[in-house]
T-cell receptor, first 113, second 114 residues
């Protein structure tokens, strides 16, 4: 039982490049989330998927897209990376959106030059 | 504006002492959760307290919630060096039964010296 896994662990991109961050959970959770964490800041929600087949914008969605591939997997795509997207990205999942605790992956550190 | 704000931003104590962190929020909540984050790691859930609860315990952790003051506190008793981490409160707004998203504060950085 691995919980929430994320790949890659670390990535360096040049401005304008694209990439996809992968997330998978094996807890049969309905809801999944993508957050970013910047120094001295709490977590800010980028996108979430309340259930398989649905995705919605969070607090800071600009510059990102997501895909809920199936119940297990939720990916985050940066189409044209910008230095402002340098951050640590966390994926999380929960049984149901909001009312339950969230389980977090180990994070992906992204540096955009 | 920040829904949940932790206080203090940083706290340094000796092993064996108690650590108290506070969280204040602005609007009515469904529940409030505390998470821990070790350096370079993901967040780990510690405890969830619902709006109709006033106090919860889990091992050395004690969480209180005062909805009239819109505040919560996390007490770690008999702290250990392994408790060194950042601690975040997260609130779920009360949408009258609708499900919402957690809003995280900026965290309290706790350092426990051996």
């Amino acid at each position: 039982n691995a919980g929430v896994t994320q790949t890659p662990k670390f990535q360096v991109l040049k401005t304008g490049q694209s990439m996809t961050l992968q997330c998978a959970q094996d807890m049969n959770h309905n809801s999944m989330y993508w957050y970013r964490q910047d120094p001295g800041m709490g977590l800010r929600l980028i996108y979430y998927s309340a259930s398989e087949g649905t995705t919605d914008k969070g607090e800071v969605p600009n510059g990102y897209n997501v895909s809920r591939l199936n119940k297990r997997e939720f990916s985050l795509r940066l189409e044209s990376a910008a230095p402002s997207q340098t951050s640590v990205y966390f994926c999380a999942s929960s049984g149901y959106r909001g009312v339950e605790t969230q389980y977090f992956g180990p994070g992906t550190r992204l540096l955009v030059l | 504006s920040q829904q949940g704000e932790e206080d203090p931003q940083a706290l340094s104590i000796q092993e064996g002492e108690n650590a108290t962190m506070n969280c204040s929020y602005k609007t009515s909540i469904n529940n409030l959760q505390w998470y821990r984050q070790n350096s370079g790691r993901g967040l780990v859930h510690l405890i969830l307290i619902r709006s109709n609860e006033r106090e919860k315990h889990s091992g050395r952790l004690r969480v209180t919630l005062d909805t009239s003051k819109k505040s919560s506190s996390l007490l770690i008793t008999a702290s250990r060096a392994a408790d060194t981490a950042s601690y975040f409160c997260a609130t779920l707004l009360n949408y009258g039964g609708s499900q919402g998203n957690l809003i995280f504060g900026k965290g309290t950085k706790l350092s426990v010296k051996p």
